[in-house]
């Protein structure tokens, strides 16, 4: 019942910004992983950021760290991913996933995926 629905997505030149939003539905923040993943043509889907519900910490992979920023609204469900400083090599579709329970920031521990949105970084 558990559903992900990913928006804010588009097409940017770089240096500009985007957010992205997930909303969650049929479910609320006791203790899991919700995370933004990215995977890009030829590419392998990677990890960008998680956030864990239980303590609100979070993960960032390294080429975002200083210019992605997660976050969550809890009493809306929603899962933010602000993302600052745009760069072609960002360019990916974005999926929000989330994992019933605390989990490393990896694909193998998500149980629900949304749909994907697609962003584009270029002049």
């Known amino acids: 019942q558990v559903q992900l629905v990913e928006s804010g997505g588009g097409l940017v030149q770089p240096g500009k910004s985007l957010r992205l939003s997930c909303e969650i539905s049929?479910?609320?923040?006791?203790?899991?992983?919700i995370g933004w993943f990215r995977q890009a043509p030829g590419k392998e889907r990677e990890g960008v950021s998680c956030i864990y519900t239980n303590d609100g910490s979070t993960y960032y992979t390294d080429s975002v760290k200083g210019r992605f920023t997660i976050s969550r609204d809890s009493a809306k469900n929603t899962v933010f991913l602000q993302m600052n400083n745009l760069q072609p090599e960002d360019s990916s579709q974005y999926y929000c996933a989330l994992s019933t329970g605390v989990s490393a920031c990896q694909n193998f521990g998500m149980d629900y995926w949304g749909k994907g949105i697609l962003v584009t970084v270029s002049s």
């Open positions: 049929e479910f609320t923040f006791i203790s899991a992983t």
